[in-house]
C-alpha cells in the first residue's frame, strides 16, 4: 500500500509564505515524476509545479518567480515552497507521483492541503 500524505498549508496573508510538503510511504519500488496540483473552489484541478526523478522543474506560467519545487529523494519527500502569495493562490493543493509498485507504474493522489490567503 502507497500513501501521499500532504503538510503545511494553512491561513497567510497576501506577501506571506507557506511552505508544503508530500511525503510518500508504502511499498515503494521507486518514484518518478512528482508534481503539485490546486484546485480553487469553483475551478478545474490545475497543474502548478512538476519536478522529475532526476530534478528538472517545471510551473505555470501564474507561480513562475514566487514558487519552488524540490524534492528529497532519501526521504521520498517533495515539498513546495510558496513565497509572495496572493490571494488568487487560495485553493486545495494535491500531490501527485508516478510511483512504481511491484514493477508497476501506478499513479497517487495526496488527500490534499488547504491554503487559504487572505488580503
Known amino acids: 500500500q502507497v500513501q501521499l500524505v500532504e503538510s503545511g498549508g494553512g491561513l497567510v496573508q497576501a506577501g506571506g509564505s507557506l511552505r508544503l510538503s508530500c511525503a510518500a510511504s508504502g511499498s515503494i519500488g521507486s518514484i518518478n515524476a512528482m508534481s503539485w496540483y490546486r484546485q480553487a473552489p469553483g475551478k478545474q484541478r490545475e497543474l502548478v509545479a512538476r519536478?522529475?526523478?532526476?530534478?528538472?522543474?517545471n510551473y505555470t506560467d501564474a507561480v513562475k518567480g514566487r514558487f519552488i519545487i524540490s524534492r528529497d529523494n532519501a526521504k521520498n519527500t517533495m515539498y513546495l515552497q510558496m513565497n509572495s502569495l496572493k490571494p488568487e493562490d487560495t485553493a486545495d493543493y494535491y500531490c501527485t507521483a508516478l510511483i512504481s509498485v511491484t514493477m508497476r507504474l501506478r499513479r497517487f493522489w495526496g488527500q490534499g492541503t488547504q491554503v487559504t490567503v487572505s488580503s
Open positions: 519536478i522529475t526523478s532526476s530534478g528538472n522543474t
